[in-house]
């Protein structure tokens, strides 16, 4: 098993006696179904149904304090925090950035003998591994007890382009992606069938109709890496940009439609003059998927 610490990711702490009922109405995913041990992915929304912030969700035990901890990015966190703090109105809800005493460590390819407090599989997928949420000086510690390598974290952003999972701030924007463009209804990041949540009419109105222009598409690259950003182009005609990418394998934000039909149109697709093909060319169906977070 590999494991690295993610510096890139920080923690919040919503805790009381409404905090249940409090983020279920506001974030994409079901916080009815949260029970301590689990892990979920979600995210709050704007009104217009584009992407403040995702994030994993753990419910804490009793005994680790109680509340539900947010693994999210350590630059968003605490204006996450003051975004939470403004929907909180009376709701008996604390929030807390606690970013500077508990950090993230990711682990995979591998079985953990035991699993630490505040541990979670990864729910974007099979592949992904697991989440643990610790104090930075527990580090050697927790490596200690689930029997795992130490990498850095270059290590761990291979696995996750592999997997496909994008990086929020550098595989898309901020702000400016809906959860569709950013792959979440595949990535078990929306629930379909829970209630209203902040921006729920425009992410359901999208599943629906299967209306997502871009998507986020794994590809294949014959050349040195291009930077986050660089336009990917087929014959005259922008499809898309590029986002993070290592070792010959990247994620992308293109045009569904623009990119099809280069592939009909044998086109070849490029960036920066570096060749690029994608790896599964299903990425890009606009079939609507049923997930559920």
Sequence with gaps: ?????????????????DARHYLNGLVTTDMTK????????GALLTPQGKIIADFFITEAAADDGGGFL????RALAQPLADKLKFYKLRAKVLVENLSDRLGVLAAWDGAMPTRP??????PRGDKLGWRILLPQELLQKTIDLIGAQLVDVAAYEAHRIGCGAPSGGV?????????HEANMDRLHGVDFDKGCYVGQEVVSRMQHRGTARTRIVRVLLDGPRPEPGQEIV????????????????GLALVRVDRVADALAAALP????GVALRLVDADELAQLPKKTVA
């Design 1 to 17: 098993m590999k494991a690295a610490f993610l510096p890139d990711r920080g923690v919040i702490k919503i805790s009381g006696d």
């Design 34 to 41: 949260l029970r301590p041990g689990d892990g979920r992915f």
């Design 70 to 73: 947010f693994d999210c990015s």
């Design 117 to 122: 407090d505040l541990s979670f599989v990864d």
């Design 171 to 179: 595989d898309f924007s901020y702000g400016d992606a809906f959860p």
């Design 234 to 249: 087929a014959g005259d005609k922008s499809v898309g940009a590029m986002g993070s990418s290592v070792d010959g394998v």
């Design 269 to 272: 697709l490029s960036a920066g």
